[in-house]
């Protein structure tokens, strides 16, 4: 009988977790819930290294779109569990297995919805964000992602390097949206975190790029990488 209640409390245990969680308050609470159990099309991701991102500080200050539930969405984590899709159309994730090294993107949508790739889930009318609006973050020891939106981390990248993967997509972004020539003159308004990785990426044209920011404090991570500052 003892050796069963032991069971059952460490089966408890395990089930168990410690997630940072922003109430309906505002208030911003570290909270034992359980763990998350994953859908279809999901896994379960042992949550190795979060980042904290301005937006986060921002929903713990100001709120956004009513959210309250775990926050953050930059990680590197271990795939634990997954659940395969179920049939129907969409974007393939049979490269994603069980002890995977992932990092995630953030948009979220209904499994089977049929989005083919990145962009058509940043745009659907349904989609959550993770640790924004509509979905569970990170900040947590396991949290669930959908399986397109995993990305293998390789070897050759540490959990450190591979902590700007979802913050750098941002940036990098900006080359998909804006044509910038190697004959361009780019400001880059913003000398913070962001901005730094923004910076390197449209200098990757050729072009020439100058940071504008308040604080001289702030520069050094640009001037250290040949980027002038104003």
Same mark, same amino acid.
């Given at each position: 009988?003892?050796?069963?209640?032991?069971?059952?409390?460490?089966?408890?245990?395990?089930?168990?977790?410690? #997630?940072?969680? +922003?109430?309906?308050?505002?208030? +911003?609470? +570290?909270?034992?819930?359980?763990? *998350?159990?994953?859908?279809?099309?999901?896994?379960?991701?042992?949550? /190795?290294?979060?980042?904290?991102?301005?937006?986060?500080?921002?929903?713990?200050?100001?709120?956004?779109?009513?959210?309250?539930?775990?926050?953050?969405?930059?990680?590197?984590?271990?795939?634990?569990?997954?659940? !395969?899709?179920?049939?129907?159309?969409?974007?393939?994730?049979?490269?994603?297995?069980?002890?995977?090294?992932?990092?995630?993107?953030?948009?979220?949508? !209904?499994?089977?919805?049929? %989005?083919?790739?990145?962009?058509?889930?940043?745009?659907? *009318?349904?989609?959550?964000? /993770?640790?924004?609006?509509?979905?569970? =973050?990170?900040?947590?020891?396991?949290?669930?992602? *959908?399986?397109?939106? /995993?990305?293998?981390?390789?070897?050759?990248?540490s959990d450190d390097e591979a902590m700007f993967a979802?913050?750098? #997509?941002?940036?990098?972004?900006?080359?998909?949206?804006?044509?910038?020539?190697?004959?361009?003159?780019?400001?880059?308004? =913003?000398?913070?975190?962001?901005?730094?990785?923004?910076?390197? #990426?449209?200098?990757?044209?050729?072009?020439?790029?100058?940071?504008?920011?308040?604080?001289?404090?702030?520069?050094? *991570?640009?001037?250290?990488?040949?980027?002038? %500052?104003?």
């Amino acid at each position: 009988e003892r050796e069963g209640r032991e069971n059952r409390q460490r089966k408890a245990e395990i089930e168990m977790m410690q #997630a940072a969680r +922003l109430g309906t308050d505002g208030k +911003l609470t +570290l909270e034992s819930v359980p763990v *998350p159990v994953p859908s279809a099309g999901e896994a379960l991701i042992q949550i /190795l290294q979060a980042g904290i991102c301005n937006t986060d500080i921002e929903i713990t200050t100001r709120g956004y779109k009513g959210f309250s539930g775990t926050i953050g969405h930059e990680f590197v984590g271990i795939v634990k569990s997954l659940v !395969p899709p179920s049939a129907g159309g969409g974007e393939s994730a049979s490269h994603i297995a069980v002890g995977h090294r992932v990092v995630g993107e953030i948009n979220c949508v !209904p499994e089977g919805c049929g %989005c083919r790739n990145y962009h058509e889930r940043a745009q659907h *009318p349904e989609r959550a964000a /993770l640790g924004i609006f509509k979905r569970d =973050g990170i900040f947590a020891e396991y949290a669930t992602v *959908p399986l397109v939106n /995993l990305h293998i981390v390789p070897d050759s990248l540490s959990d450190d390097e591979a902590m700007f993967a979802e913050p750098l #997509a941002a940036a990098c972004q900006i080359l998909q949206q804006v044509h910038v020539q190697g004959s361009d003159r780019v400001a880059v308004v =913003g000398t913070g975190k962001l901005g730094v990785l923004i910076a390197q #990426a449209v200098r990757t044209t050729g072009c020439s790029v100058t940071a504008y920011g308040r604080r001289e404090a702030t520069f050094a *991570p640009f001037t250290s990488r040949g980027i002038e %500052c104003r």
